[in-house]
């Protein structure tokens, strides 16, 4: 009888020993293309930066309203050469490291680096002073109104990890650089990462240790992330309760989704913009079928915006999910107006004429490059514009690859004509002006170089006066919408599905944030 008794002792010791104390919040989600690098200064790619701020923080973040919150600062004072933040006190990094001003100025230079894709945000700061442990100077050689809006994405690294893995600076993501910090990390964020296979799983878990931990709603203990490039299979896994959520559900398949008990879809317009750029920049074109470059004729960019139907891409292709635009940035944003905004028209007709007053009525061909796993219907998108572009003689052949081979082209300047979408985490002109419109910026691939323009993105970074910043800015974008350098199509509005078992909040940059989603 002892001998059994001890037996069963044994038995529920070691029951107890195993059990998780509490059932553990498993997030399990979908979308249709992975992040491109965990390195947190490498590619200003919007599911990039999210993925990585999920373990890596900024010094300033913003809610799901958008809103700008503290996140390793507390707080931030204006000077007029500058802003002194108030660093968190007894933060940690996911090895144990602690969080100093140190860190801050070593991430500010890394942003800076060359191979960084956040300089036009991190250039805003001349020089970081540290005044002690936990305060900082964030110097701007001159008044910055908008500073804490412009270094919300700019991550910080602990420097002695990357000093220690040789990551001082960012991968080179364009010449397809592979070094440490692609696939590990070390954040001071509310996850940590567990494991990366690129576009397979990414698992990330809780850090208990975290600052925020209590502070935020949030209730998930473990990250999965699968991307899965199918439409089909995407809704599939949702349907079956694979996954808890879908950030890019195919807008075909809303309405069938939302039908699924269970289920629910939420909707609301987004602070990204989806365009066309042309390379007007290069005297002749790579691959078009006529000597020079049409594109440097700003008839037959007009001619190009003409022939686009906005309305049926809205109508047929984004099942009514768009507003058609005729600007590169959404409302919203500081600069967008009701007059800017109104499309440029859609008349064949006209743009026939135009083509021909170029001198090109018998039209020419180039090759489009477009993303097929990145936006909301963006091949669609492509292939509905091939046929509306035949239409006034210009014959499109239409590439569509994955984004992580399509960004390259932009970026390394080897693409005559290009889809690209653009969100504005600052909410500021300023923020376009110098990624895609002022003559050195980044994101720049049609060559557009207007010296009124390039003055102007210069003069409001610094510009206090509320009125007479507004006003330049204003100016600024009627030059471009009558340069044309781009060719608008809409604002993408975002549709999210979801199981009904999980809340989570929807925001308009097309990001969720774990520490307010609740799993109940």
């Known amino acids: ?95 144990g490291a602690d969080f100093t001003a140190e860190d801050v100025a070593f991430s500010f230079q890394r942003a800076k680096a060359e ?116 439409a089909a299979t995407r809704v599939a896994a949702l349907l079956s309760g694979e996954v808890d959520f879908v950030l890019d559900p195919p807008l075909q398949d809303l309405k069938r989704i939302e039908a699924t008990d269970g289920l629910t879809i939420k909707t609301t317009p987004q602070v990204r913009s989806i365009f066309f750029g042309l390379d007007q920049g290069i005297d002749q074109l790579r691959t078009s079928s006529v000597d020079g470059n049409p594109f440097k004729d700003a008839r037959v960019r007009e001619a190009m915006n003409l022939a686009i139907d906005k309305e049926a891409i809205r109508r047929v292709v984004m099942e009514g999910l768009s507003f058609p635009t005729g600007m590169i940035t959404s409302p919203g944003v500081l600069g967008n107006t009701a007059e800017l905004d109104a499309s440029y028209g859609f008349d064949v007709e006209k743009a026939k004429g135009l083509m021909a007053e170029a001198g090109y009525a018998d039209g020419f061909s180039v090759q489009l490059d477009c993303p097929n796993n990145r936006y909301n219907n963006d091949e669609k998108i492509c292939q509905a514009a091939v046929a509306m572009f035949a239409k006034i003689g210009i014959d499109v052949k239409l590439d569509a690859i994955p984004k992580a081979q399509h960004f390259p082209k932009i970026q390394n300047r080897t693409s005559d004509f290009y889809m690209l979408g653009w969100g504005v985490p600052t909410l500021d002109s300023h923020y376009v002006f110098s990624y895609l419109l002022d003559s050195e910026g980044s994101w720049n691939a049609t060559g557009y170089n207007n010296a009124r323009v390039n003055e102007i993105t210069a003069a409001i970074a610094t510009e206090t006066d509320i009125e007479k910043r507004t006003a330049m800015i204003d100016e600024a974008w009627q030059i471009i919408r009558a340069d044309a350098p781009y060719i608008p199509i809409h604002h993408q509005v975002l549709a999210w599905a979801m199981s009904e078992n999980v809340d989570i909040p929807i925001a308009s940059d097309d990001n969720f944030r774990p520490r307010y989603v609740v799993m109940k």
């Open 1 to 95: 009888m002892i001998k059994k008794m001890h037996i069963c002792a044994s038995l529920v010791a070691l029951a107890v020993a195993t059990a998780p104390a509490t059932a553990e919040n498993v997030f399990r989600w979908t979308s249709q293309g992975d992040a491109l690098t965990l390195d947190p200064h490498a590619q200003n790619e919007g599911p990039t930066g999210d993925m990585n701020g999920r373990m890596y923080e900024s010094l300033v973040t913003r809610g799901p309203s958008l809103a700008l919150e503290p996140e390793l600062a507390e707080s931030w004072t204006p000077g007029a050469d500058g802003w002194t933040f108030n660093l968190r006190k007894g933060v940690k990094f996911h090895n």
């Open 115 to 230: 191979t960084s894709d956040y300089k036009e945000q991190a250039n805003n700061v001349t020089e970081v002073q540290v005044i002690d442990d936990y305060t900082v100077k964030l110097m701007t050689g001159g008044p910055n109104p908008i500073l804490p809006n412009q270094i919300t994405e700019i991550f910080i690294v602990d420097k002695d990890w990357a000093e220690a893995n040789n990551v001082v600076n960012p991968q080179d993501y364009a010449a397809n650089e592979e070094t440490y910090a692609v696939r590990n990390t070390n954040g001071t964020g509310p996850f940590k990462l567990v494991s990366r296979a690129p576009d397979e799983l990414t698992v990330l878990e809780r850090n208990a240790d975290w600052w925020g931990e209590g502070k935020f709603p949030g209730n998930i203990d473990k990250i999965e992330y699968r991307p899965i490039g199918n």
